[in-house]
Nanobody, 124 residues
Framework: QMHLVESGGGLVQTGGSLQLSCAASVRSFGSYVMGWFRQPPGKEREFVAAISWGGGNTRYGDSVKGRFTISRDDGKKTSYPQMNSLKPEDTALYYC?????????????????WGQGTQVTVSS
């Protein structure tokens, strides 16, 4: 079981930027697809972004396309979503996730490992 720790959340104004980090404690980080989900207040958890093994492929949820960019540093065992042009509707608890196989899944239940989440609040 992989242990994931998110960081970088906080309060930002509309139009601002924020970069989150997810540090993994696992020997074979390169064997995992890394993903991010978020849960807005009173809503279900939704897919944000995923990055494949080696970082060659990425995909995004419709609501963040063109604004968020996911990357990874296998040497540091860390993944990063860079979030730009933030909107109040981006306010949510953001979770890092990892899976050895589920790059194409938007369902959080398919991903095997989860962090505790980091709060992002975008003020209007």
């Amino acid at each position: 079981q992989m242990h994931l720790v998110e960081s970088g959340g906080g309060l930002v104004q509309t139009g601002g930027s924020l970069q989150l980090s997810c540090a993994a404690s696992v020997r074979s980080f390169g064997s995992y697809v890394m993903g991010w989900f978020r849960q807005p207040p009173g809503k279900e958890r939704e897919f944000v972004a995923a990055i494949s093994w080696g970082g060659g492929n990425t995909r995004y949820g419709d609501s963040v396309k063109g604004r968020f960019t996911i990357s990874r540093d296998d040497g540091k065992k860390t993944s990063y979503p860079q979030m730009n042009s933030l909107k109040p509707e981006d306010t949510a608890l953001y979770y890092c996730a990892a899976s050895m196989t589920k790059y194409d899944s938007d369902s959080f239940s398919d991903w095997g490992s989860w962090g505790q989440g980091t709060q992002v609040t975008v003020s209007s």
